[in-house]
């Protein structure tokens, strides 16, 4: 693994980490941000705003593109513009990005980093988010992980395993939220027996510009399928634990431009003086090309094809 300073779209501080497979570029001039994820010399799995590249210092809110935290549930908070510079440190196999204190007005009081650990081969990329409570009063929240995914592809959620109604099978098992512009007539959505799946267009046909729903996943990953590459994020879940939104971990969002693949941890109270993890990992394939993953469509190709990728977590 290989730690380098480069200048990025005009970001001159920007962090390039790298093995023998893949890169992760982080972003320091404002962030923490993760604003590319690919292979080696390969295009980016993640969007980026074309409009905002090298941009600092905004008072308003900046969306880069890119891996971002943020804070559920989605309030004005949540908006709070990370466009200054971070703290950087060196950890044993990766980086850490720390932003600064949310101290400006109002500010939230609130301190976010990121940190990526890359394994010294593969694909296989750890992203520990930690949000600290530096106030004076304990606050409730979630934190959230935002991947804006390029163009042009299909997000992949697992459902809970079905089973037919007997006495053992009673009470529901899982849930779908629905925001006002969830519209499951958009053909943006397919809703099958085993996964749900969300296309990113550039001119949709549906009612609203923008679709999102929400689950509670219990298998605790999802995928990305775009252009042959297959991007999987992965989190564990803690049984018992009240999840934002109305229990959800795993949330979808497409619109013209993008899709975002979200995972959120418990909503919790954080108290003065603590900080809670929220840890991802990545991993990324090559689909259909001689000797990489076939392509292929439909919930078979699911079971036979991403299903086995969850035991082989690098390329």
């Not at 930690?130 to 935002?146: E, V």
């Amino acid at each position: 693994m290989r730690v380098e300073r480069i200048n990025y779209k005009g970001w001159p501080n920007s962090l390039r980490i790298r093995n023998d497979t893949v890169e992760v570029v982080l972003l320091t001039d404002v962030g923490p941000r993760s604003i590319f994820y690919g292979f080696l010399g390969g295009e980016n799995q993640f969007h980026e705003v074309t409009a905002h590249a090298g941009q600092t210092g905004a008072k308003e809110y900046v969306a880069y593109g890119g891996q971002r935290l943020w804070v559920s549930p989605e309030v004005e908070r949540t908006y709070y513009p990370d466009n200054v510079a971070c703290l950087i440190q060196e950890t044993s196999g990766g980086v850490r990005v720390t932003a600064p204190v949310e101290d400006r007005l109002p500010g939230t009081h609130l301190q976010k980093e990121i940190e990526v650990r890359l394994d010294s081969s593969g694909s296989r990329v750890r992203v520990l988010h930690r949000i600290s409570n530096h106030g004076r009063q304990a606050t409730q929240l979630a934190p959230w992980a935002i991947s804006m995914m390029a163009p042009g592809g299909r997000a992949i959620l697992p459902l809970p395993p079905k089973a037919p109604l007997d006495m053992q099978h009673l009470l529901p098992v899982g849930l779908f939220a629905l925001w006002s512009y969830t519209d499951f007539a958009d053909p943006r959505w397919r809703l099958g027996t085993k996964y749900i799946q969300l296309k990113q267009e550039a001119h949709p046909s549906g009612l609203f510009r923008e679709q999102m729903g929400g689950i509670f996943n219990p298998a605790g990953w999802g995928a990305y399928l775009r252009e042959g590459h297959l991007f999987m994020k992965r989190v564990s879940i803690l049984a018992g634990a009240c999840y934002p939104d109305h229990g959800c971990n795993f949330e979808l969002y497409s619109d013209p431009d993008f899709l975002e693949l979200e995972t959120l941890g418990p909503l919790i109270e954080l108290s003065p003086g603590q900080t809670v993890t929220h840890e991802e990992e990545w991993s990324l394939w090559r689909v259909g090309g001689e000797g990489d993953v076939p392509l292929g469509e439909g919930e078979d190709w699911i079971d036979g094809v991403v299903l086995p990728r969850l035991a082989e977590p690098t390329a």
